[in-house]
C-alpha cells in the first residue's frame, strides 16, 4: 500500500498542481468577472441589469459539465477562430463564467446591506457616486463578502475535478490513472485524491468561518 | 406583612432556599448571578422585585418556572420542591404563567390561536371551549375584534396584552413578569400596568420585576432589592421607597426616582 | 427556415427524441430518489448536530465538512468503485443505485446545514414561550419550532434541490444514461454538438425554471402575515 503510494505520489503531485493552477486562474478571473456584473446588478443601469440576470440564471440552471461541453466542443463548432479553445483555457473559462454568477450576486448583496443612510451622508457631503462607492460602500461592502467568497473558491476547487472530462490530467483524472495502474489499491488511491481535496478545501472553509464570526453574515440564497 | 415570620410554611405559595446560580459561558469569566437567595411568597401576594440591570432579577424570576436550573438550593412552588430532578416541571409551569419582555408570542399564530393552543395542546381541551375562553379573555383584555391579527399586525402594547391573555388561559396560581413594560412606548406601558395592577386586585399571586416605581408603590405589597445577585434589602413599598437603609439600594433610589 | 437548420438542426434532434425523453425520464427519477434520501440524511444530521451530546454534534459536523471539502465527482467514484460488497444485498452497487446513494450523501450535508439554520432561526423567546406554558418537548417542536423553520427552510431547500438535479449530471460519469449522457450520444453518433448540447441545456433550464417558480410561490405563500 505504502508502495503504491509512493510510485503514483508523482503522477499525484502533478495533478494536484494542476488542480492548484486552474483554480487560481478561476478565482482571479471569476472573482474579476463576478465583481464587475455585481456591482452593474447593484447599479440603477435597467437594461443591462436585466440582461445580466438571464445571464446568470442560464448559468445556474444548468449543470456545470453542460456548461463546459458547450465552451470546450459547441463553440469551435461555431467556426469562429478566437472560439477554440485549448482545454486549460476552455476549462478556466467555464469555471470563470459559472463562478462569476456567485460572486456577482454575492457582490450585490453585500452593497445593498450597506445602509442606505450611508450614501445618503456620503451625497449629501458632496461626494460624486464614484468616491461613495469606493470611500463609503465598498469597504463596508467588502467585509461582509468574504465569508460567503471562500464559499465560493472551494466550489471552485470542487469544480475543477469535472474539467477531467475534456482530458485535462488535473488531480481526479490523475488518481484515475493510477487506479488503472494499480487496480487492487484502488480505495487507497480515491481516499488519497478525496485527502488532497479535503487538504485544500478545509482551510478555505475554515476562514470563511473565521470571517464570518468576525464580520458577520449576510442572507445570500443561491 | 412584617408578620411573614409567623406564618406557616404551609401558607407560603412560593418558597426561594439559599439558591445560587452561577453562568459559564466558554471564553469569559463566570457570572455568579444568584448568591444564596433566599425568600418566600404569599398566595395573593404581589411581591415587586427590583434592581439594576444585571442584578440577578431575571434569573431568579427564571428559576422560579424552571427556565433556569439552579446550581445550589431549592424551591418549592405549592409545596412541590421543583429542583428535584423527578418533579415534572411541565405540570409545574401550568400553574406558573410567565409574561415577557419581549412577549415571545408565536409569531406564526393569530392572537386567538395563540391562546388556544395551549390549551388544546397542554390542557387538552375541545377547540370549541378553548376558542371560547379565549375570546372571552381577549375582550377582558380589551383586544375585541383582533382576535384573526398576527403578532406583526399588532402593536407592542397589543401584543403584550395577548402575551398576558395567553398565560391566563392556562388558569395559572402564580404570575411571573418580566420587565413587560420595558419595550413599550409610554402610551401603552400604562395601559398594561393597569391590567397587571386590575390582576392585583383579584388576589393573583404575582411576582414582578420592572423599572416602573410608580406601579411598585401602588400595586406591591413587598419590595425586594438585588445588586450583585444578592438580596439587599426588603420591606413593604412605604418604608422602602421612603426609607431606604442600604447605600446601594438609596443609590439606586436617586437614580431612578 | 434552412438558416434556423443549419445552425440548430431539428430534423436530426427528431430521430432522438426517445434517447432525450428516456434520458429525462432517469434524471428527475434518480434526482427525486436522491432528494428524499438527503432529506431523511439532513434532517438527522441537521438534530444530531442540535444535540447537546458532544460525541454526536461533533460527528454529524464532520460528516458536513469531509462532504463540503470534498468535490462529488470523487464522492461518486468512491462509493461506485471503490465500495466493495454490500453485506445484505451480497452484491456491489450497480452505477444507479451507487450515483443516487453518492448524491443522496452530498446532498444530505447540505440539506443538514439549511435545516439546521431553519431551527436555529426560530427565536429562543419562542420555545420560553411554549415552555412557560408547559408544553413538552414534542407539543413546543410539532406547534411551535417546526412550523416556523419550515417556512424559512422550503425556499432553500428547493434551491438545493435543483443543484442536486444538476449534480445528478456528473452520474453519467459511472456510465448512468440520463440526460447529459443522451447528449453525448447524439454528439458522438451524429457529430452535432450544438444541437446535442444546446438540447441538453434546455432540458436543465427548464426544470431550473419550474423550481425557481415553484420557490418564489413558497416563498410569498409561507412568508406569513
Ligand atoms: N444565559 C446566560 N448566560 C450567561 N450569562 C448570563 C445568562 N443570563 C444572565 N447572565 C448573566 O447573569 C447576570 C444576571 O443577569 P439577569 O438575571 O438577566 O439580570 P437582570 O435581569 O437583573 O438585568 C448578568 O451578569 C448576566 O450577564
Ligand atoms: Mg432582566
Not at chain 2, 48 to 69: A, F, H, Q
Not at chain 2, 112 to 126: D, E, W, Y
Not at chain 2, 151 to 165: D, E, F, M
Not at chain 2, 177 to 185: H, K, N, P, Q, R
Amino acid at each position: 500500500m505504502s508502495e503504491t503510494i509512493l510510485i503514483t505520489a508523482p503522477l499525484l503531485m502533478k495533478g494536484l498542481w494542476l488542480t492548484i493552477k486552474i483554480s487560481m486562474w478561476t478565482v482571479a478571473l471569476g472573482s474579476f468577472l463576478g465583481f464587475v456584473i455585481g456591482l452593474i446588478r447593484a447599479s440603477r443601469m435597467k437594461i443591462l441589469k436585466a440582461a445580466l440576470g438571464v445571464y446568470i440564471h442560464c448559468l445556474r440552471g444548468t449543470p456545470f459539465l453542460v456548461q463546459l461541453y458547450l465552451i470546450y466542443f459547441v463553440l469551435p463548432a461555431t467556426g469562429v477562430e478566437w472560439l477554440k479553445f485549448e482545454a486549460f483555457p476552455a476549462a478556466v473559462i467555464a469555471l470563470s463564467l459559472y463562478t462569476s454568477t456567485y460572486v456577482s450576486e454575492i457582490v450585490r448583496a453585500g452593497i445593498e446591506a450597506v445602509p442606505k443612510g450611508q450614501v445618503e451622508a456620503a451625497r449629501a457631503l458632496g461626494m460624486s457616486k464614484w468616491q461613495t462607492l469606493g470611500h463609503v460602500i465598498l469597504p463596508q461592502a467588502l467585509k461582509l463578502m468574504i465569508p460567503p467568497m471562500t464559499g465560493v473558491y472551494v466550489l471552485i476547487i470542487k469544480g475543477t475535478s469535472v474539467v477531467s472530462v475534456i482530458g485535462i490530467t488535473e488531480l481526479l483524472r490523475a488518481g484515475e490513472q493510477a487506479a488503472l495502474r494499480y487496480p487492487s489499491e484502488l480505495m487507497t488511491l480515491y481516499g488519497l485524491v478525496a485527502l488532497l481535496y479535503f487538504v485544500y478545501c478545509y482551510p478555505v472553509l475554515r476562514l470563511g468561518r473565521w470571517a464570518e464570526t468576525k464580520f458577520g453574515r449576510i442572507e445570500n440564497s443561491l | 406583612m412584617d408578620n411573614n415570620k409567623n406564618k406557616t410554611v404551609k401558607n407560603f405559595i412560593i418558597k426561594v432556599e439559599e439558591v445560587s446560580k452561577t453562568f459559564h459561558t466558554k471564553g469569559r469569566k463566570p457570572v455568579v448571578a444568584l448568591k444564596q437567595v433566599t425568600l418566600q411568597v404569599e398566595e395573593g401576594e404581589v411581591l415587586v422585585i427590583i434592581g439594576p440591570s444585571g442584578s440577578g432579577k431575571s434569573t431568579l424570576l427564571r428559576t422560579l418556572n424552571g427556565l433556569e436550573t439552579v446550581d445550589a438550593g431549592h424551591i418549592w412552588i405549592d409545596n412541590v420542591d421543583i429542583t428535584r430532578k423527578e418533579t415534572n416541571l411541565n405540570q409545574i409551569r401550568q400553574k406558573v404563567g410567565m409574561v415577557f419582555q419581549q412577549f415571545n408570542l408565536f409569531e406564526h399564530k393569530t392572537a386567538l390561536a395563540n391562546l388556544t393552543l395551549p390549551q388544546t395542546a397542554v390542557l387538552k381541551t375541545s377547540s370549541g371551549k378553548a376558542e371560547a375562553t379565549a375570546m372571552a379573555l381577549l375582550n377582558k383584555v380589551g383586544l375585541e375584534g383582533m382576535e384573526r391579527s398576527y403578532p406583526s399586525q399588532l402593536s407592542g402594547g397589543q401584543q403584550q396584552r395577548v402575551a398576558i391573555a395567553r398565560s391566563l388561559v392556562m388558569k395559572p396560581q402564580i404570575m411571573l413578569f418580566d420587565e413587560v413594560t420595558s419595550a413599550l412606548d409610554p402610551e401603552a406601558v400604562r395601559g398594561i400596568l393597569e391590567l397587571m395592577e386590575s390582576l392585583a386586585h383579584q388576589g393573583m399571586t404575582m411576582v414582578v420585576v420592572t423599572h416602573e416605581m410608580g406601579f411598585a408603590r401602588r400595586a406591591g405589597d413587598r419590595i425586594i432589592f438585588m445588586d450583585g445577585g444578592e438580596i439587599l434589602e426588603e420591606g413593604t413599598p412605604q418604608i422602602f421607597f421612603d426609607n431606604p437603609q442600604h447605600p446601594r439600594a438609596q443609590f439606586f433610589l436617586s437614580q431612578v426616582l | 427556415m434552412n438558416f434556423l437548420l443549419e445552425f440548430y438542426n431539428y430534423r436530426i434532434l427528431a430521430e432522438y427524441i426517445p434517447q432525450f425523453y428516456e434520458g429525462l425520464c432517469t434524471t428527475l427519477k434518480i434526482s427525486f430518489v436522491a432528494l428524499f434520501g438527503s432529506l431523511a440524511i439532513g434532517t438527522v444530521f441537521a438534530c444530531l448536530r442540535l444535540a447537546p451530546n458532544p460525541i454526536l454534534w461533533r460527528l454529524a459536523a464532520s460528516y458536513v465538512q469531509a462532504i463540503r471539502s470534498t468535490p462529488l465527482l470523487v464522492q461518486i467514484y468512491i462509493i461506485y468503485f471503490a465500495l466493495p460488497e454490500i453485506p445484505l444485498l451480497d452484491r456491489r452497487l450497480n452505477e444507479l443505485e451507487g450515483g443516487i446513494l453518492a448524491l443522496a450523501l452530498n446532498a444530505g450535508a447540505y440539506m443538514s446545514e439549511i435545516i439546521r439554520a431553519g431551527i436555529q432561526s426560530v427565536a429562543r423567546g419562542q420555545v420560553e414561550g411554549a415552555m412557560s406554558l408547559g408544553m413538552t418537548y414534542i407539543q413546543r417542536m410539532r406547534h411551535v419550532v417546526l412550523p416556523q423553520a419550515l417556512a424559512r427552510v422550503v425556499p432553500p431547500l428547493l434551491g438545493q434541490t435543483a443543484i442536486l438535479i444538476k449534480d445528478s449530471s456528473l452520474v453519467s460519469f459511472i456510465g448512468v444514461s440520463e440526460l447529459f449522457s443522451a447528449g453525448v450520444t447524439v454528439m458522438t453518433e451524429r457529430l452535432i454538438p450544438t444541437e446535442a448540447f444546446v438540447t441538453v441545456a434546455l432540458g436543465y433550464l427548464v426544470i431550473y425554471l419550474v423550481l425557481l417558480w415553484a420557490s418564489n410561490w413558497a416563498q410569498r405563500r409561507l412568508a406569513g402575515p
